[in-house]
């Protein structure tokens, strides 16, 4: 299957004889580059502590004392010569650097594991000219992220990987991710499905594959009776299910422009996943008239694109719910029982949905973009029970509006309900949109008068893309009014360019308006934005 030698322009396209000596500094500077970026993350005491130590490294240091030893050579010494020049002291790399060395190699090796993890596998490979201790480490490195971009020519990647996978210690591994880029007849696709038929073997927990050569990769049906398998993201492929399907440890399911037959999603693969956790599926093809998700444990789904006309989903612990439909025409979505644990919901429907409020009422975090959605909103609002109160734990809204006065009042519904909202975003989203000729489609609102109510957790407005219009300054002065511990009102106005019909001198005069405004909060503060002409130069007014 893979070839027993080990081919050196494995390494590079060139011939290693050609190989700067500066780039055993460089693999020193990546992996404390990396190591730095870890450390932020970590919430180990023990693990920040062995981060600082590599991020304590001297950049430069290596390189530095080798020339002033005039030891910088064209052309990279042996794998022995960099083994001997790294155990000395003074005379070469200099005290200092064999200390560096030391501190690195002295890392326990789950943390250098993870410091690689975030290298491309070339770069691995290459760490074994770094010291004679790491000679063999790359071989028993869990995580692999192969790309074929890194290479000059598809014929030395194949041999790349074949001889990374044969050499391998044939430990585990945890981190298998393939992006194949490349004209349609210099991939060679039975090649790729032995190097996923490897992982699969090896008990691979995540698996990243990219298709970015024109032809279809053919999935081994081993993938889909992975037991160790726990993530698996696909893009640009399609996706033939087998008959027998058991992926007990798989929580998240990542699919982006990925071909779906009829029925493959269907559910025979909820129940073969029953620890499904993450459901994303971004602009894939998907030939049923129906989309049933049926999954106990899924907790986020993500759709964007263009579904069957119908969806059915049953998550009860679903949490975080996204919404991209762009369909043409209806789409009816149907989640059955009630989504107490939702808690962050994003929604951008350009197609008539029902129920919407049956879906967000319980939220924490709330996203609405299209007036469509906004109108059915209202809709729903109206049909609510007197003893229910919607969004009653919401805290955080953000809204697309064209700022209609349809969307206006829905804004004051919501706002009205929400008792406990503590930031709102508006964002004006006149032009964005092409539909904008079914505005006049929608059922109009007569505005009788604005609701009376105290925003007692209100501590942050922000508005995008202002234009000064009667319903804007509605707004502003019902938050001015109504909000009573409000802190910052930040207003940024439209952008040059989408405001060519608006006198710019009438915009400051309406921000300096907004200043003198009376305010609920004695610790209100207003700031007022503007973007100069023809550069990113921003000015503001204060108060």
């Known amino acids: 299957m893979f070839p027993i030698s080990f081919e050196k322009n494995s390494f590079n396209d060139k011939d290693p004889k050609t190989i700067q000596f500066a780039e055993f500094d460089a693999a020193l500077f990546q992996l404390r580059k990396i190591a730095s970026d870890i450390q932020k993350q970590s919430s180990s005491q023990n693990l920040s502590l062995e981060m600082n130590r590599i991020s304590a490294l001297p950049f430069g240091g290596i390189y530095k004392n080798t020339h002033s030893a005039g030891l910088l050579q064209s052309t990279a010494p042996s794998l022995g010569q960099t083994s001997s020049i790294v155990e000395q002291t003074g005379s070469t790399f200099g005290e200092n650097s064999s200390l560096e060395m030391n501190r690195i190699s002295a890392l326990p090796m789950p943390i250098i594991y993870h410091i690689l993890s975030f290298l491309p596998a070339k770069e691995v490979v290459r760490t074994c000219f770094l010291s004679k201790g790491w000679i063999n480490i790359w071989s028993s490195v869990p995580s692999f992220h192969f790309n074929s971009r890194l290479f000059r020519y598809m014929k030395t990647f194949n041999k790349f990987v074949d001889s990374i996978l044969f050499l391998r210690d044939g430990s585990d591994m945890q981190n298998v991710s393939l992006s194949i880029v490349g004209s349609y007849d210099n991939v060679d696709v039975s090649r790729i499905k032995e190097w996923i038929t490897y992982a699969v073997r090896h008990n691979v927990q995540v698996l990243d594959i990219k298709n970015c050569c024109g032809k279809n990769i053919q999935l081994t049906p081993h993938l889909f009776t992975c037991e160790s398998l726990r993530e698996f993201k696909l893009f640009n492929n399609s996706l033939s299910l087998p008959l027998r399907i058991w992926l007990p440890s798989l929580k998240v399911v990542h699919l982006i422009s990925v071909s779906l037959k009829d029925g493959q999603l269907d559910e025979a693969f909820f129940l073969a996943s029953p620890s499904l956790e993450t459901l994303i599926l971004e602009n894939c093809n998907i030939t049923s008239g129906i989309l049933t998700i049926s999954a106990s444990q899924l907790k986020n789904l993500n759709l964007k694109g263009n579904f069957p006309s119908s969806i059915v989903v049953s998550a009860l612990n679903l949490i975080s719910l996204k919404l991209d439909i762009t369909n043409s025409v209806p789409v009816n979505i149907v989640f059955n029982g009630n989504l107490k644990l939702l808690s962050d919901a994003n929604l951008d429907l350009k197609v008539d949905s029902t129920h919407l409020i049956s879906i967000v009422k319980n939220v924490r975090y709330l996203t609405v973009y299209y007036v469509r959605s906004a109108v059915e909103l209202q809709k729903d609002l109206a049909t609510q029970k007197c003893s229910e109160t919607p969004f009653s734990n919401l805290k955080w809204l953000k809204i697309g509006t064209l700022f209609s006065k349809d969307e206006v009042i829905l804004i004051n519904h919501i ?108 610790t209100a503060g207003i700031m007022y934005w503007r973007m100069a002409f023809f550069n990113s130069t921003l000015s503001c007014f204060l108060s």
């Not at 706002?415 to 930031?423: A, C, G, K, P």
């Not at 505005?447 to 925003?455: D, I, Q, S």
């Not at 952008?495 to 009438?506: A, H, N, R, V």
Request: some cysteine.
């Open 415 to 522: 706002l009205m309900h929400s008792t406990e909202i503590e930031s709102v975003f508006l964002v004006n989203d006149v032009g964005k949109f092409d539909g904008l000729k079914n505005i006049a489609q929608v059922e109009q609102y007569e505005v009788k008068e604005w609701y009376k109510y105290k925003l007692s957790h209100l501590k942050l407005v922000e508005i995008e893309g202002f234009r000064g219009s009667e319903n804007e300054m509605e707004l502003v002065n019902l938050f001015l009014e109504n909000a009573i511990v409000l802190e910052k009102m930040i207003i940024f106005l439209c952008k040059f360019g989408e405001c060519s019909s608006i006198d710019e001198l009438e915009l400051m005069k309406v921000g300096r308006k907004l200043l003198t405004q009376p305010r609920a909060s004695l």
